[in-house]
């Protein structure tokens, strides 16, 4: 008998995301001739979603089948919505200048390189602002990326900027299944896959911009 003696939770690495993956999203394109198209979100190397046909990854059909992650490069790095009280946490104890981490909240001066540091604060679920000599601003993804980045540190498991998102894991198609009748797949996207082709466009427009 074997038993499960404990759970351990963590964050994958931009590199651990692409690593695991099988395919990378190039496009926002779904289908290609009414056939899934091979670099989108419906990608037929992401797995089986309906009850006919085979994976081209795993050469398994839909009962065994588990699906296979994609991977998709933001072009720019974005928070994530879950890890914000964690990252403000990181950012209130390093020190922008040098990267310096304390114990605690860093305040004044860093005892590293002597130079001022930042206050950092959340005004909503989802804006972070940072107090300097010159007034508040905006703390956006990329700011606070570089900032994190910084640190150094001999944990090979973790660092502080996995906490803000560079690559975006795609979830498997069975995951995200389009609506089927009679096992047959009819023309429809589940929510995920929605809300997924919906950052693939605004990420679009932005390397347009």
């Not at 588990?66 to 009280?85: D, N, Q, T, V």
Request: aromatic share 12%.
């Amino acid at each position: 008998m074997f038993g499960i003696n404990a759970v351990n939770f963590n964050i994958f690495s931009p590199e651990a995301i692409e690593k695991m993956s099988v395919v990378e999203i190039t496009t926002d394109e779904l289908y290609d001739s009414f056939n899934p198209k091979y670099g989108g979100l419906r990608d037929p190397r992401l797995g089986v979603s309906s009850r006919r046909g085979v994976c081209p990854t795993c050469q398994k059909t839909w009962s065994g089948c588990s699906g296979h992650f994609g991977f998709y490069r933001l072009p720019c790095p974005l928070y994530h919505i879950g890890w914000m009280h964690e990252t403000l946490q990181w950012l209130r104890k390093t020190c922008h200048h040098c990267g310096f981490v304390g114990d605690n909240v860093l305040k004044g001066n860093c005892p590293e390189c002597h130079k001022p540091v930042n206050r950092y604060f959340k005004k909503n679920s989802t804006s972070l602002f940072f107090e300097d000599v010159q007034g508040i601003h905006a703390l956006t993804a990329p700011i606070a990326y570089d900032i994190l980045k910084k640190i150094k540190t001999h944990r090979e498991n973790f660092h502080p900027s996995w906490l803000i998102l560079t690559v975006l894991p795609i979830p498997p198609n069975c995951v995200r299944p389009s609506p089927t009748l009679d096992g047959e797949e009819v023309r429809g996207e589940d929510d995920i896959t929605r809300r997924l082709l919906y950052v693939l466009r605004i990420a679009k427009t932005y390397k347009k911009s």
